[in-house]
Every structure is written in structure tokens, then in C-alpha cells.
């Protein structure tokens, strides 16, 4: 998947183009070092992306200059954003409008440069396809002009990826990467997410003890990402996101809601093992999912066995007992010998496992305390269901259960695969294959 890259020269109250004066920066040594950021920045970028007014001022400017910057610029497939531009002058220069932008992403080749083009960034922004932002910042203060980050802009957290002074009159190279974006549930509650990808959206729904930056998660996000623009997020009280008591499956519900309204007001969903179990509430509550693929939702079809209840476990988790709650859900819920769950104890992520102790009540809740429930017999978005042949009885039971009780679905066995223990490139292979077809 090819990055989009927006490289811009800022001054410190961010302005990006001052009223009528094109020359602030230039007033600045910003040395060598400076210079070789952006020369290599230009000589690695596979395409070059803008808005029209930029591109025309570029046009004027580059076809009849030399040198290696130079012919870079003048030899890299161009693209602008335009639905005005007729008859681009500069050669390799392809017009395009904003929606051809997220199949450009999905092309091989390079990453995609940005520059200027403020009106463009802003819209690439807006539909989560910026992936970097490289801003050489000069120690100015214009007090007024074109500002990259407009007021009313949608709230981004960015990461710093470098910072490093070039040259000698204080001129900075500040990299920054998206963090997570928000968005607020019916309650009020601020759900975080991030982005990733280019096409149809998908949005993933973990599991226990997991957040958005579980490997488990981020592997599955990654294969979904080479075809979708994947929305992962943290469920209500783990990772990045808010939580509002009292808890309620519902307000799980409508967290997942926000989410398909942000991605566009219709979305594929993919759930994992209890992330499955609330991906197929929400289906049944009519959240608009188009297609839906869920992973061994946990459900217990043995009428002589139940599972840990959100009471029992909201309980432990009241009185202090965090890790009792966390053995619980683990032998009585995942099935796990109590001497499995004792060496966990003494690892180093026992401590992570605590932290979100209070979120397995919320598990326990959503899958309910036993069959699979009769109100997903009125699902009829496509549903595929996916199983681990290594799995244990249980869950192979469960999936084949889910399966037969929602009318449009489809039960696929992934070989050698079991629940906790599962490749998730192998789970958001199939995932993505099914979504695709």
C-alpha cells in the first residue's frame, strides 16, 4: 500500500502561504542538511499528487529548469485533483478527481508526494488518506495568510515520528504520523480508531482483553488493509477510548453505530471471538452492516456448562480483585487449565491482562451466559463464519451454531487454526476475500 506524504513549509504560527509575499522561507538558511530532506524526498516519491492551483504554479515553474531536482520533478507521474482542468501542460500529469485518490493508494509503485495544495490536504484529511506529514517549520510569525490545519478541522492525534534542527537559523523537521481519530457515541462517550487502507470500509471488532494495537489485531487489520479502508478501533473502556457507566450491551451497540457513520453510514464489519458475538448483536439491532464475518463467537451450546457471568466478574473487579476476575473469565470462560493460568501470573503481561480486567464483564454480557441467541435468527446481512479445525469442541460447536441460526450465512474452517491460538493473516485472508466477493 503506497503512502500519501504531505510535505510543506510552515512558519511557527502556521502559516503555510502568507497574504501575497511567496518568499518567507527562503529568507532562512535551512543548510545542507536541509536541502538533502527535500532532494531526497523528491527523488524517492513514486508520484506526485495536487490540487490545481498548485500544480499550475509548479507547471510554470519546473519544465524549464535542470538538475537532479529538477528532472525528478519534471519525470515523476504527476497527478491532480481538478474537475476544471482540461489540458494539463506538464508532462506525465494525469487529472483525476478526489475519489480516484484511494484507488491510486491501492496501485503499486512509490509513495505519493503532496505539496501545498492546502484545500486538497484538507480533503485527504477529512477522508482519513494522509499517512505523513513532513513539516519543515521556519522561525516566523506571520499573524495572518493560508493555514494548513484550518479551524473546524476533525480532531486527529498525531504521533512525532523526528524532530531535528537543519541549517543555522533555527529551521525544524517535524515528522508526524496520525495517531487515532474520535468519534462520540450516543452516550458521549469518545471512542478512538485508526485508519488504515484504501477501499470499501471495514470496520474490526476485538475481542476480550484486546485493544486496537493487539498484534492479533493489527495483523488481521494489515490483510484487510491490501483491499479496504480498515476502521480499528478500541471498544469502550480499554486502549485510547472512553467508558460512561452504567454499562450496557447497547451502548456497545451504538459505539459500533458512530464508528459505520463515520466510515461513510454503511460499513463491513469483522468481529472476533466475543467481538463476533457483539459485531452480530449490532447486525441484529439494524446497524447498517452490508457483510459481516465474525471468528468463533463464544457461545456455549452445552446445556450442562455456563459461562463466568458480567455479575460474578463486576463483582471481583469491585472488591479489588482484579486478577481472581481475570482467572475466572479464563478458566470457567476460555477453558484454560488453572495451571496454564497460574504460570501467566508471573509473565510480564499479566499486569496488561488486569488493567482491562473491568472490560470482562462487558464480554460476559454481550455473549450472554450460554446458546447462541434465538433474536439472530432476524440477521440477514451475509454473514460468514469462521472456525478453527483446531479448535476445541466448543467453539467448533458454537460456530456451526451461529452458522445455522442466522439465515444467510456460511460456515468456512480455517486448517490447523484455534481459538487464541490463530494466524491472523490467515483470518483477515479469508475475511478479505469474502468482503471482495
Do not use: C
Not at 513514486?46 to 499550475?56: D, H, N, S, V
Not at 480533503?123 to 484550518?150: Q, T
Not at 451454531?401 to 481459538?419: M, N, S, Y
Amino acid at each position: 500500500m503506497r503512502k500519501i506524504i504531505v510535505s510543506e513549509f510552515m512558519t511557527l504560527d502556521g502559516v503555510m502561504e502568507g497574504p501575497g509575499d511567496w518568499g518567507w522561507a527562503f529568507r532562512f538558511d535551512r543548510g545542507d542538511e536541509g536541502h538533502a530532506v527535500k532532494s531526497e524526498e523528491v527523488t524517492s516519491a513514486g508520484a506526485l499528487l495536487l490540487g490545481r492551483t498548485t500544480y499550475e504554479g509548479f507547471a510554470d515553474a519546473w519544465p524549464s529548469r535542470t538538475g537532479e531536482f529538477a528532472d525528478a520533478m519534471n519525470a515523476m507521474p504527476k497527478y491532480v485533483v481538478s474537475g476544471t482542468l482540461k489540458d494539463p501542460k506538464w508532462n506525465n500529469t494525469t487529472v483525476i478527481s478526489l475519489d480516484d485518490v484511494a484507488e491510486l493508494k491501492r496501485r503499486p509503485g512509490g509513495d505519493i508526494l503532496v505539496n501545498g495544495s492546502a484545500r486538497l490536504v484538507r480533503a485527504l484529511a477529512r477522508r482519513g488518506l494522509v499517512d505523513e506529514y513532513r513539516l519543515m517549520v521556519y522561525p516566523i510569525l506571520l499573524g495572518r495568510g493560508r493555514r494548513l490545519f484550518e479551524e473546524g478541522a476533525p480532531e486527529t492525534a498525531l504521533r512525532l515520528v523526528e524532530a531535528r534542527p537543519v541549517g543555522d537559523d533555527g529551521v525544524m523537521v517535524l515528522t508526524y504520523r496520525p495517531r487515532y481519530h474520535t468519534v462520540t457515541s450516543a452516550d458521549g462517550t469518545s471512542i478512538a480508531y485508526e485508519r488504515i487502507g484504501a477501499g470499501p470500509a471495514v470496520i474490526v471488532v476485538q475481542g476480550a482483553f484486546s485493544t486496537r494495537q493487539d498484534p492479533i489485531m493489527t495483523g488481521i487489520v494489515e490483510a484487510l488493509a491490501t483491499d479496504h479502508t480498515v476502521y480499528n478501533y478500541d471498544r469502550r473502556g480499554r486502549g485510547d477510548s472512553g467508558d460512561t457507566a452504567p454499562y450496557a450491551v447497547q451502548r456497545e451497540i451504538e459505539d459500533l453505530a458512530a464508528l459505520v457513520e463515520a466510515a461513510g453510514g454503511e460499513a463491513m464489519v469483522f468481529g472476533g471471538s466475543s467481538g463476533g458475538a457483539l459485531a452480530l448483536e449490532a447486525a441484529a439491532a439494524g446497524v447498517p452492516i452490508t457483510k459481516l464475518a465474525v471468528f468463533e463467537p463464544p457461545y456455549v451450546t452445552d446445556p450442562g456448562r455456563s459461562l463466568p457471568s458480567a455479575e460474578e466478574l463486576g463483582a471481583l473487579v469491585e472488591q479489588g480483585r482484579r486478577g481472581d476476575a481475570v482467572e475466572l473469565f479464563l478458566t470457567k470462560g476460555a477453558e484454560m487449565p488453572p495451571e496454564a493460568v497460574a504460570g501467566m501470573k508471573g509473565q510480564p503481561f499479566w499486569p496488561q491482562m488486569e488493567a482491562v480486567a473491568h472490560t470482562l464483564a462487558y464480554e460476559a454480557a454481550v455473549v450472554g451466559g450460554g446458546p447462541v441467541p434465538e433474536r439472530l435468527s432476524t440477521v440477514a446481512v451475509p454473514t460468514l463464519v469462521l472456525a478453527g479445525s483446531a479448535s476445541t469442541e466448543r467453539m467448533r460447536t458454537a460456530a456451526q451454531a451461529v452458522a445455522d441460526r442466522l439465515p444467510d450465512a456460511r460456515l468456512q474452517w480455517l486448517e490447523g487454526q484455534a481459538h487464541g491460538q490463530a494466524d491472523p493473516a490467515s483470518m483477515g485472508k479469508a475475511a478479505s476475500e469474502y468482503f471482495s466477493g
